[in-house]
């Protein structure tokens, strides 16, 4: 079973920045790929980065392509979404996700273990 916790999520002005953090509560957490997703009020749940288990490899959603970085450091069980130039179409809950010896997919049902979410509001 993997317990994965959110933080830094919060409310900040249109150009401003956060980082997100997800903890993981797994001593394997070097075979799991990391992603994050989001969903905006009365929205689908949306793909928005992922990082493979070995960090090698990376994908964003087009949207946040040169704003968002996503990383992870295995020796903290932590992956990070480093957001800047945040938009208030940017606005959402954002989730982490992990899935067991994945490649970083970019569709939910890839992902078995879900964290409950982080709001990010970004104000114009």
């Known amino acids: 079973q993997v317990q994965l916790v959110e933080s830094g999520g919060g409310l900040v002005q249109a150009g401003g920045s956060l980082r997100l953090s997800c903890a993981a509560s797994?001593?394997?957490?070097?075979?799991?790929?990391m992603g994050w997703f989001r969903q905006a009020p009365g929205k689908e749940r949306e793909f928005v980065a992922a990082?493979?288990?070995?960090?090698?490899?990376?994908r964003y959603t087009d949207s946040v392509k040169g704003r968002f970085t996503i990383s992870r450091d295995n020796a903290k069980n932590t992956v990070y979404l480093q957001m800047s130039g945040l938009k208030p179409e940017d606005t959402a809950l954002y989730y982490c996700?992990?899935?067991?010896?994945?490649?970083?997919?970019?569709?939910?049902?890839?992902?078995?273990?879900w964290g409950q979410g982080t709001q990010v509001t970004v104000s114009s």
């Open positions: 990082i493979s288990w070995s960090g090698g490899n990376t």
């Open positions: 996700a992990a899935d067991y010896r994945g490649l970083g997919a970019e569709t939910a049902e890839s992902y078995r273990y």
């Open positions: 797994v001593r394997t957490f070097s075979s799991y790929a």
